[in-house]
Nanobody, 133 residues
Framework: QVQLVTSGGGSVQAGGSLRLSCVSTPYTYRTYCMGWFRQAPGKEREGLVE???????NYADSVKGRFAISKDNAKSILYLEMNGLEPEDTAMYFC???????????????????????????WGQGTQVTVSA
């Protein structure tokens, strides 16, 4: 059973930083691809980061250089470190997991399909990030 628990959101001023956490089960953490997404009111869900089971990581251009993932392998936690936050980053943030393409095999990146929400079947509950000017 895949469970994702997301936390760490809050309110900060522009230029500030936050760290979001996504706790999963050890099997999910080791085998699935995981991603961070966000959705602002009236907008589509946007993929920010995708990491495969080997640790290969891709970032959306909108967050590259400001956001980064880090991992606590012992606790199966995936973090999203967010720096230089801007009011445009205000949104609900979600952690999600994507099953491996083949049963029993680790999940790998799909060429040309970066962080597509429809590919991710498991979602955390979301955490709100609000950035004020």
């Amino acid at each position: 059973q895949v469970q994702l628990v997301t936390s760490g959101g809050g309110s900060v001023q522009a230029g500030g930083s936050l760290r979001l956490s996504c706790v999963s089960t050890p099997y999910t953490y080791r085998t699935y691809c995981m991603g961070w997404f966000r959705q602002a009111p009236g907008k589509e869900r946007e993929g920010l980061v995708e990491v495969d089971s080997a640790g290969i990581t891709n970032y959306a251009d909108s967050v590259k250089g400001r956001f980064a993932i880090s991992k606590d392998n012992a606790k199966s936690i995936l973090y999203l470190e967010m720096n230089g936050l801007e009011p445009e980053d205000t949104a609900m943030y979600f952690c999600a997991a994507r099953s491996p393409q083949r049963y029993g095999q680790p999940c790998t990146m799909r060429p040309g399909r970066f962080a597509q929400p429809d590919d991710f079947g498991y979602w955390g509950q979301g955490t709100q990030v609000t950035v004020s000017a």
